[in-house]
Structures are given as C-alpha cells and as structure tokens.
C-alpha cells in the first residue's frame, strides 16, 4: 500500500490523538480518516446519490381544491 506524508499543527494532532485515543499521530489520523468515510459510504447508502435519480417522482401530485 502507497504511504502519503502530510504535515499538520502539533496542536491539531494532539486533539485527533486525544479525541481518538490514540498515542501517535499516525494512527489518530488514520482512524479518523477511515471513519469518516465510513460515514459517507453509510450515508450515500442510506440516501443514494445523483445517479439515483430515478427513485424521486418529477410529477408530483396535485393539491386537490374545492
């Protein structure tokens, strides 16, 4: 697998440390980023995309008056 290095804020590492409880920087971004894209995939799932378009009637029904 390709490895990508990306510098951040101390700072800011510290806190995806702290909020993933992780000791490493390097694992901390790694489960957040897989978390996130987990939660897109559950969400694109759950509410389709644009290529779903098919699943939403154009025509939607009169109010009926009177």
């Known amino acids: ?4 290095t990306v510098s ?7 806190d995806a440390m702290m909020l993933s409880g992780t ?4 694992d901390a971004v790694e ?9 897109g ?3 694109g ?5 644009a290529a779903d378009g098919h ?3 154009p025509d939607r029904p009169t109010v009926q008056e009177g």
């Open 23 to 26: 000791r490493s920087p390097q």
């Open 45 to 49: 799932t759950r509410t389709g995309d």
């Open 55 to 57: 699943r939403v009637t």
């Open 31 to 39: 489960l957040i980023l897989r978390d996130f894209l987990e939660r």
């Open 1 to 4: 697998m390709a490895q990508v």
């Open 8 to 14: 951040l804020d101390a700072n800011l590492a510290i």
């Open 41 to 43: 995939r559950r969400t």
